[in-house]
């Protein structure tokens, strides 16, 4: 999945005006609370089938209606979501919802949960699933916040790769 360069800093110049007021706001907040239960009942091959696409095309949707609510809903949900789309083999599936939100979102609040949902999925993965998507997604969240700076640059690698890993090690041996 890619996104614009720029797309972060336009992104509120697409919204369009939600046509549901706080009643329904706060009914949606209630269904993605329920998330977890939703997709423990579907199980993980339905989960990562049917629930997972919905969330991304929902995640869609609340980007371009500028409901920031919604998308911290959902990015504080899907970091316990590991284990629901099928456990270590299969969570790489969140990872592109969450660069998303990162990379799409001006607000803070939104942008460090989706943060916090990453920290906590990436040490679950399988250190060639980190090699191959997560340093390509951080790379491209990185270009995305400093497009001056090239990010292929080796040492840089180098350091990422690093701290990457030390992350995923730390947390696999506590």
């Known amino acids: 999945m890619e996104f614009h360069r720029g797309s972060r800093k336009t992104w509120r110049q697409r919204q369009v005006p939600s ?11 209630r269904v993605f609370c329920s998330l977890p239960t939703i997709a423990a009942n579907l199980g993980p091959v339905d989960t990562r089938e049917r629930l997972i ?4 095309d929902l995640v869609s949707n609340a980007i371009d209606a500028g409901d920031d609510e919604v998308l911290l809903a959902i990015a504080q949900k899907l970091k316990g979501f590991a284990d629901l789309v099928g456990g270590k083999e299969q ?28 920290v906590e999925i990436i040490p679950k993965l399988p250190q060639e699933v980190v090699e191959e998507k997560c340093m390509g997604m951080i790379r491209r969240i990185l ?6 700076e090239p990010v292929s640059n080796p040492r840089f690698s180098k350091r990422v790769r690093y701290g990457t890993s030390t992350v995923v090690m730390s947390d696999r041996s506590s």
Do not use: H, M, R
């Open 53 to 56: 696409p919905t969330i991304a």
């Open 91 to 118: 969570a790489a599936c969140l990872l592109p919802i969450l660069e998303k939100i990162i990379c799409c979102v001006e607000e803070i609040v939104v942008a460090q949960a989706a943060c916090d949902a990453l």
């Open 19 to 29: 046509p549901c007021g706080k009643s329904c706001l706060q009914e949606k907040l």
């Open 143 to 148: 270009e995305d916040f400093t497009p001056e």
